[in-house]
């Protein structure tokens, strides 16, 4: 049987939480983080491929919210839920460097595609990484 993709979920919304959870279930595997201080204590290299943020944000708070990931989780692909998120959000969450921002109505196959991207970007750079030196490839 293949293996779920992984996700971690930040929210402090329990029933949010619990709806993601519910129907996701069958697509991947949703660990509930309910703080920015659960998320930089636990070690996630390897066990998770995405992390889905449903924070409530003042101004800049994407770019603090993705500094915070990224202190301690650099190449985890960030994907962004937002009850309000339009335009200007989206570029605004780009720029700072997530992998997306999704707004309702969430659908199991439009979460799903997110995180398979995002896992498939992730590897692509890793193995780029691990591939080229120096702008050329090893021997």
């Known amino acids: 049987m293949p293996r779920l ?9 329990a029933l ?7 129907m ?4 991947l595997a949703l660990t509930h983080i ?7 204590k ?10 889905f943020c449903d924070w ?9 919210a993705l500094e915070n990931v990224r202190a301690r989780h650099p190449d985890l692909p960030v994907i962004f839920l937002s009850r309000t998120g339009g335009e200007r959000e989206w570029m605004e969450v780009l720029d700072a460097g997530a992998f ?15 995180v398979e991207h995002a896992a498939a970007s992730r590897m692509a750079r ?14």
């Open 5 to 13: 993709p992984k996700v971690a979920l930040l929210t402090e919304d």
């Open 16 to 22: 949010q939480a619990d709806a993601l959870r519910e």
């Open 24 to 27: 996701l279930q069958e697509h």
């Open 34 to 40: 309910t703080s920015f201080l659960e998320l930089e």
């Open 42 to 51: 636990r070690s996630w290299d390897g066990q998770i491929d995405a992390l």
């Open 56 to 64: 409530h944000f003042g101004k800049n708070g994407w770019k603090e």
């Open 100 to 114: 997306d921002l999704l707004v309702p109505p969430y659908s199991a196959v439009s979460l799903l595609a997110v």
């Open 126 to 139: 890793q193995w780029q990484s691990e591939t080229l030196i120096g702008g050329g490839r090893r021997a």
